[in-house]
């Protein structure tokens, strides 16, 4: 299917890293401009670990939601070792806050206080089966000698796999899967296992990270895998299965973090998340697979409604700025500088 014009149902990012502070200030109306709802990421330096925080950390996000948008934060709480099964149960009676990220420890930025051990949450992980909250899995092991391209598969097999064996019925989301091993697993698990796929990983592998000299604006995490595990993840987003749907894992880093001896991981998308996954679709001929990817399958699968409003969007070419302010800084975006095929039609 091709087209110039296109009208879906307002679309939701399933997985987002608004951060805090001033620089809610760019992050939020980035989001806000185009999505319903958002599920936000709580690896804020402390992390969210109490639904009184995040309902905090959610207030001040709505105070920087440009006027005129009804743009709707969903909240999570950041799974640490002692994370108490009260606090999960309060969740259930808290519409906002929807579901639990676990991070390994040492996995990824702010993780610092993620798990050590799985074997030390199984307690928090049998109420979220119990009733029903979602578990978000940044699906990484940590241990230094497993090579970092390798990372995601050996999750699977050393705690994702035992994971499920022991809590067949958790709702997990296998968050910003970057290799066919994931394909694969979450395609032979039942309806509660899904995951989200990144614009960033659909549309690079790690030769535009690596050859021809290091782009440290490509460097995220999971960090971008081979060629073969790109096309698998294109299939699954392309392949309308309801286990696939839109996360974008938007994550700014100020530009001096990034470019530095130790740059920082994660690729700043928001400002042209729906515009590249439209132009993705599109160059795939499969404009007509967008809309449930972006629209309906995420809500569908947290059991929220559809967004009723709708979302329209032209083929007509317009220009990334070079970078944005953040804080007292500024956040290269994924594509700076470069054409976009895709725009939201104002009109
Ligand atoms: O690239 C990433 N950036 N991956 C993550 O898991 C975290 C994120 C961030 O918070 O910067
Ligand atoms: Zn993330």
Known sequence: MSSDSISITRPDDWHIHLR??????????HTARVFGRAIVMPNLNPPVISVAEALRYRDRILLAVPEGSAFKPLMTLYLTDTLLVQEITKIKNEESVLAVKYYPAGATTNSDNGVTNI??????IA????????????????????????????????????????????????????TQDAVEFVKSQSDNVAATITIHHLLYNRN????????????????????IHQQALISAALSGSPKFFLGTDSAPHSRSNKETDCGCAGIYSAP????????????HGALDKLEAFASFYGADFYQLPRNKD?????????TMPENFMLDDSVVVPIREGQTIAWQINKD
């Open 20 to 29: 805090d502070a001033t620089a809610l200030q760019t992050t939020v109306p």
């Open 119 to 124: 074997e030390n949450v199984y307690p928090a």
């Open 127 to 178: 109420k979220m089966e119990e009733l029903g909250i979602p578990l978000l899995i940044h699906g990484e092991v940590t241990d230094t000698e497993i090579d970092i391209f390798d990372r995601e598969r050996v999750f699977i097999e050393s705690i994702l796999e035992p994971l499920l064996c022991k809590y067949p019925a958790l709702k997990i989301v296998f968050e910003h899967i970057t």
């Open 208 to 227: 535009d990270l690596l050859a021809g000299g290091v782009r440290p604006h490509f460097y995220c995490l999971p960090i971008l895998k081979r060629s």
């Open 272 to 283: 042209a998340a729906i515009e590249l996954y439209t132009e993705f679709f599109d160059n």
């Open 310 to 318: 709708k979302v329209s969007l032209i083929k007509s070419t317009w």
